[in-house]
Structures are given as C-alpha cells and as structure tokens.
C-alpha cells in the first residue's frame, strides 16, 4: 500500500501563489505517474497536471502557464507550484500515484482563492 499526505493549501488572494506538496510512503515498489487532481463544489474532480515515470510532464488547458509540477524521485514527492490562483481554482486538491497499475489517492488539501 501507497500512503499520500498533501500539504501546502491555504486561502490566497487572487493572482496569489501557493506550494503544494505530496508525499508518498509506505511499501513503493514502482511508482509510475504523479499528478494531482482537483474537485470544487458540487463539480466532478477533475486533472490538473500529470509526472510521468519518464519525465515528461501534463497540463489542463486551464492551468497551463500558471502551475508548474515538479517530483523529486529519490523523496518520492511532487509538487504543483501554483502562480497567478485566480477564484476559480479553488477546490479540494487531491495527489494521486500510479504503481503497478493501481490508483492511489490522498486526503486533498484545500485551496481557497478569494479577496
């Protein structure tokens, strides 16, 4: 089993930034993909960017330009450095982890974007 821990949400003023972390542990055999994922009220949980296993990285149309992911292999950790939030990228944001084709997720943390 995988276990995933976000942090780094909070509330931020529009054209704020904000640093989320996550942090995988547990028995990693191989983990593939890193990504997060996002869910507002009362809407579908939704992709936000992707990590892959060979370095090659993915956006929402959405965000492009304004997040940028990173992962640190060796701490089995992404991140989603988010620049210029505006109100409608606030949601319940979610990692997620693929190994040996299963799906893991963690709790979210939330990103709240207001004046």
């Known amino acids: 089993q995988v276990q995933l821990v976000e942090s780094g949400g909070g509330l931020v003023q529009p054209g704020g930034s904000l640093r989320l972390s996550c942090a995988a542990s547990?028995?990693?055999?191989?983990?593939?993909?890193m990504g997060w994922y996002r869910q507002a009220p009362g809407k579908q949980r939704e992709f936000v960017a992707d990590?892959?296993?060979?370095?090659?990285?993915y956006y929402a149309d959405s965000v492009k330009g304004r997040f940028t992911i990173s992962r640190n292999n060796a701490k089995n950790t992404v991140y989603l450095q988010m620049n210029s939030l505006r109100p409608e990228d606030t949601a319940l944001y979610f990692c997620?982890?693929?190994?040996?084709?299963?799906?893991?997720w963690g709790q979210g943390t939330q990103v709240t974007v207001s004046s």
């Open positions: 990590y892959s296993s060979r370095d090659s990285t």
């Open positions: 547990g028995t990693i055999l191989s983990i593939t993909d």
């Open positions: 997620n982890a693929q190994m040996l084709g299963v799906n893991f």
